[in-house]
């Protein structure tokens, strides 16, 4: 064997060896990602709301019944290049609600002798963009999506139960915070979020029958969540 054709086929030994090797140690393009933390509501659920002949002109806003959300929220995006980032996201909102005052029952909150519960959902599409792919990587998102909100009021002596349900979409979902990787796959980091949305439909469960209700002046709310997001490339 001449040497050219030895270094050559050592060469072609030493660069099969390395790929696995290095395909094991770089992350895939696919990137999952679940936050936690805490949501802070602002805005109203509209500013006239119609329930058969009922015109109410003093709806309440959101804080005014709850305290806020306990988001837990899943992230699943496609890496287009190190630093873009394109997907969706899917969220369930764990609602706190107040209690309302005894001197004012119907001032916001879940009226004395009554148990309280809401939950909220958001399904939306989102881009990603981080700034550094160093040991801390500072990034922002921007997206949009759709919401359903369910609250449900049940009597403790008395046979009374309502429920309602509030929908619409949102028109705005912007995201930033930083990951700081603990190895090639894996990352965590703080992140904040606010979104604009408005209610564009609503309906009323009493005693087992739905009645539509009608949103004649919407209004705008959305929610200012902060916590921490653990994130996978795979």
Avoid at 41 to 46: C, E, V
Avoid at 67 to 84: E, S
Avoid at 91 to 115: S, Y
Avoid at 197 to 216: A, N
Wanted: charged share 15%.
């Amino acid at each position: 064997m001449s040497a050219r054709l030895y270094f050559a086929c050592t060469a072609l030994s030493a660069l099969s060896l390395s790929l696995p090797a290095r395909a094991q140690s770089e992350p895939g393009r696919l990137r999952l990602g679940l936050r936690s933390g805490f949501a802070v509501p602002y805005g109203r659920f509209a500013d006239v709301r119609t329930l058969a002949t009922f015109r109410d002109t003093n709806v309440h806003a959101l804080s005014d019944d709850i305290h806020g959300a306990i988001p837990i929220w899943l992230d699943a995006g496609y890496r287009l290049t190190p630093r873009l980032t394109l997907g969706g996201y899917a969220v369930l909102g764990l609602v706190l609600p107040k209690v309302a005052p005894a001197t004012n029952p119907l001032g916001g909150g879940c009226p004395e002798n009554f148990d309280c519960s809401g939950l909220g959902w958001r399904l939306g599409v989102q881009a990603e963009y981080r700034f550094s792919t160093g040991a801390v990587q500072p990034w922002l998102a921007l997206g949009l999506g759709y919401e359903w909100v369910h609250s449900h009021i049940q009597g403790r002596q008395l046979m009374f139960e309502l429920g309602s349900w509030h929908s619409g979409p949102e028109f705005l979902n912007v995201q930033a915070g930083a990951d700081v990787p603990l190895s090639s796959a894996v990352a965590i980091g703080p992140f904040l979020a606010l979104t604009g949305m408005q209610y564009t439909s609503c309906s009323l469960e009493l005693l087992g029958q739905t009645q539509p209700c009608q949103l004649d002046d919407k209004a705008w709310h959305g929610w200012i969540s902060f916590g921490a997001r653990g994130a996978l490339q795979l």
